[in-house]
């Protein structure tokens, strides 16, 4: 863990899990970070069966994407369901946002929970972020599907971002992640509900980001983005959900 992790780790004793929010976020951000270098010791070193990943239930996989954000939001957007192939569209929204359950291989490439089965991360894109950040997703389930390993994926997504090959960051890019019924990581519970906001690549103080009794979060992915985490009081039904303290 990096210092400046630690640090906010710190910052956030005593709500569950948060750390390991910090660690698997992301399923939204798909950039390149450093390879696990624990080798065996990771619970989880390769790929598992491919059935492990899928939900037979495509409504219960439907309702899990739509529960990322509040009604009013989800209920028009588009949702996708992971298949075999990809993700493939089950329904077809209106209002631009997208709803999706993300699989482990959304994590930071130095997650121990990388090919973690039991992942489940629920998140809506607004339409900034579909259609700039979305693609990664996209792309990187593509990989893992066809049998590419974690180093190729790594080596394919730094060089398609050198050559400019995936859309650039549109500005007002965010996303919703307040599902009460996400699975993040073996280590603890719901996580927190939050969400994330997309920015060119900048530093922690343009947000008051991880001070002291500040509510935003910094994960510093280098170019081309910084992502803030901002947790929110209530899961996506209204109900009440745990905040840093």
Known sequence: MSEQT????????GVPSVVSVLAVLICASGFPWNMDTQGAQTPYPTMAPLDQ????DR??????????????????????????RGYETAVEG????????????????????????????????????ARSILPMTYKRTEMVLAGQSKAQIVEWAEA????????????????????????????GGH????????????????????LPGSPVMLVQHGPPFTLFIVPVGRWSDGTAAPLPK
């Open 59 to 84: 409504s219960a996989e439907m309702a899990l994407a739509r529960s990322a954000a509040p009604e009013s939001i989800s209920r028009d957007a588009r949702v996708l369901v992971l298949g075999r």
């Open 160 to 187: 398609a971002y050198a050559k400019k090959e995936l859309p650039a960051l549109e500005p007002g890019a965010m996303s919703y992640m307040m599902s009460k019924t996400a699975y993040l990581t073996d280590d």
């Open 53 to 56: 990943y899928l939900m037979p």
């Open 94 to 129: 209106t209002n631009g946002f997208v709803c999706v359950v993300e699989r482990s291989w959304m994590s930071p490439f130095d997650s121990a929970e990388f090919w973690n089965p039991k992942i489940r991360g629920p998140l809506c894109f607004n339409p900034a972020a």
């Open 191 to 210: 996580d927190l509900a939050h969400l994330m906001f997309y920015t060119p690549t900048t530093d922690a103080a343009s947000w008051g980001a991880d």
């Open 6 to 13: 630690s640090r906010r780790a710190t910052n956030l004793k």
